[in-house]
């Protein structure tokens, strides 16, 4: 499979903070401009991977106009499942299942908790499915009702293990703040953080503050992904999918009861995804990682292998993972300063740094990426990008 499929086409909406328009409504707008991105026009379009919830490739295609929908696919792997949709759309494109697969995202991050006047609310929300009865069945009833209290072990272990200091995690909420200030989209383009700002922030699970965690935000994104024969020919050239890869922990449903909370679906899916591309992580230029939070991002970049264990903090405060730095990591402000859209950003943001048309965050000579998906349980996905099959 490896450089048979090419991302033609890129497109996000602003990141709002209560939005009155519904989620299927940015993702129309965002898939429009994908497709238009891409040279194409909707008819061409014969396969769509629609996310995990809000909306159905069946609805997509009717609004679209797309006529003959000939594949579509679900992956429900939480922030996992945009990378895990660029996979899959990948594979229908190489084995001649579909030629043109739109793949998009888009939910109400910000809205669905805060109801309002003037805020659209959809009939449907996020897919649910039996993997979350473990949260109701065996987190709640311990106090865990959130996020921050899911992984917060995790954290604390990696932290732990790794020499991991809370001076860390403001190194690298603070790159992805000054990464956010150059892009126009950026929630956070004009919000300064400082290292008091940090350390001020309330302390909502230890060791996570309010600002080592993700933005909320309603948004859609949405990428083409084609032949390389056919990108060659759009727009924008190409950008080749090189490899791919999707892990899970043992057991896969419960943090808890895992012998070793390090070893993440990432420690399975990079190997695979580097194997498949024929590079190392020492090849990469550039990447883009699921920073849901602080901690989780930069356990994913040593699992990565774009440092070594318990380097990450290391190097966030030495600005390697910066702008000018050795590897600029979310050069958009990502999850973290950016907005939330479930990793689609990032794979935007790096298809745009591959492409050379990322204005004033433009990583000099960027050819090679790989962006990161973090599922719900720590499961893993991770796509590697380059400008040549």
Known sequence: MRGQAAIAGIAETPFYRGSPRLPIE????????????????????????????????????????????????????????????????????????????????????????????????????????????????????????????????????????????????????????????????????????????????SMLSEPFRKLDCCLETDAAAAVVVTSVQRAADAPHGVVAILGVGEGRPEPADDIAGRSDLLRIGLSGAAPRAFAMADLTPADLDVVGVYDCFTYVAMLQLEVLGVVGEGEAGIAAREGRFDLGGALPVNTHGGLLSQGHMWGMNHVIEMTRQIRGEAGERQVPGARLSAVTGWGDFGDGTVVVLGSKP
Do not use: K
């Not at 009717?62 to 579509?72: K, P, Q, T, V």
């Open 26 to 201: 940015l993702m129309l707008d965002a898939s429009l401009e994908a497709i238009a991105d891409a040279g194409l026009a909707p008819s061409d379009i014969d396969g769509i991977c629609a996310p995990p919830g809000f909306t159905s490739a069946e609805e997509l295609a009717a609004n679209l106009g797309i006529e003959d929908l000939g594949f579509s696919a679900i992956t429900a792997v939480g922030g996992a499942s945009s990378v895990a949709g660029i996979r899959n759309a990948a594979m229908a494109v190489a084995t001649g299942v579909a030629t043109s697969v739109l793949v998009v995202v888009g939910w109400n991050g910000y809205s669905w908790m805060r109801p309002r006047d003037g805020v659209a609310v959809p009939r449907h929300g996020l897919a649910m499915s039996s993997a979350q009865d473990v949260v109701v069945d065996v987190m709640v009833p311990q106090g865990a009702i959130g996020a921050t209290q899911f992984y917060a072990p995790l954290a604390n272990d990696y932290r732990r293990r790794r020499g991991i200091t809370d001076d860390d995690g403001a190194a690298f909420a603070m790159a992805m703040r000054r990464h956010a200030h150059r892009h126009p989209l950026a929630v956070m383009r004009d919000t300064p953080m400082t290292t008091e700002d940090y350390f001020e922030s």
